[in-house]
């Protein structure tokens, strides 16, 4: 008798040391830092409703950018479908900003970028859609987000970037996927300290 009660105590000592190390490495990577992969350098570019915006609009709001054309027939609409989920997720919190770079500046004028932004529902500032020349948003992609920037606008980029209220680069993420969305959600969760 007395054998088996110690087999029954070890074994209940192996569950609660096998339950404290799970919840140890749980709280842990819960805890643990988004990676920083670098800051943004300053830009300015133009939005949808001609309006300045660059780095400085950045400072102070989580930001979740992409890089898009509106005539893309390719990765773009799931991109965009994507980034309108967020866009709704989070309409009650201003501190959480979406922002669009056009890769086809050429066509993409802040007309027709005004006219995307309707079209996905967009009735606010927390959404913003950029035009600038083509050089200046190869020197961003390439310089500022780390991500390439050749033959574009058809090989553009199809991953989101999640930045601090610094500007600071803290992951990269899928665009395409919708599993990437509640990652986001997540990681813009330890970001603010807050649940969505």
């Not at 992409?66 to 994507?82: E, H, Q, S």
């Not at 920037?149 to 999640?162: E, I, M, N, Q």
């Not at 803290?170 to 969505?196: E, F, H, K, N, P």
Request: proline share 4%.
């Amino acid at each position: 008798m007395r054998g088996i009660g110690l087999i029954v105590a070890l074994f209940i000592l192996t569950l609660i040391l096998i339950g404290s190390a799970v919840f140890m490495k749980w709280t842990t990577e819960e805890s643990e830092p988004l990676a920083l992969f670098g800051e943004l350098p300053e830009f300015q570019f133009t939005d949808q409703s001609v309006k300045a915006f660059g780095k400085t609009e950045m400072l102070g709001k989580v930001s979740v950018v992409d890089f898009i054309f509106t005539r893309c027939k390719g990765p773009c609409p799931l991109m965009a479908v994507n980034m309108e989920q967020l866009y709704r997720d989070y309409a009650t919190n201003s501190n959480i900003q979406f922002v669009s770079i056009s890769v086809e500046p050429s066509h993409d004028t802040p007309e027709v970028l005004s006219q995307y932004a309707i079209a996905r529902g967009v009735n606010d500032d927390r959404w913003r859609f950029l035009h600038a020349p083509i050089e200046k948003v190869v020197e961003l992609s390439e310089l500022g987000f780390k991500l390439a920037a050749d033959d574009l606008p058809g090989a553009h980029t199809t991953r989101f970037v999640l930045l601090d209220t610094l500007a600071q680069i803290r992951g990269y993420y899928s665009g395409t996927d919708t599993a990437s969305v509640a990652v986001i959600q997540a990681d813009i969760s330890r970001l603010t300290g807050t649940a969505r």
